[in-house]
């Protein structure tokens, strides 16, 4: 068989994501297969959440010849705006089996009454 193994080159994937309101907490669940633990990185900077991330590198096993290759490495990034809802300092990421999940307390509203002079 003939071989033509292509290089393909692919811009950063945005995760899918899906966001809840499930009372006293916002959730982002997001897919990022293929990625490890290690290579995750979230962030907080003033009102903007980034999430991202990148998969390791596919090689092809000693004395195999590559007919098609559509694997290889792969970065993910997403970015959120962050509302005053939020509690910035309670922020926390768990990633299980291909999926991160950001958990934020929400803060709760307060009202003030202001007196009349």
Do not use: H, W
């Not at 809840?20 to 982002?28: C, K, M």
């Not at 979230?42 to 999430?51: F, G, M, N, R, S």
């Amino acid at each position: 068989m003939k071989t033509n193994t292509p290089t393909i080159e692919y811009a950063p994937r945005r995760p899918l994501v899906d966001i809840s309101d499930r009372g006293d907490v916002i959730v982002i669940e997001a897919d990022m297969p293929g990625v490890s633990k290690d290579s995750i990185r979230a962030e907080l900077k003033d009102d903007e959440l980034v999430i991202a991330g990148k998969t390791a590198s596919f090689e092809a096993p000693d004395k195999a010849t590559s007919l098609l290759r559509e694997r290889g490495e792969y970065e993910y990034s997403r970015s959120f705006v962050l509302g005053p809802e939020v509690d910035k300092a309670s922020i926390t990421a768990e990633y299980t089996n291909g999926t991160l999940v950001v958990t934020m307390k929400k803060v709760q509203p307060r009202s003030y009454s202001i007196a009349i002079t």
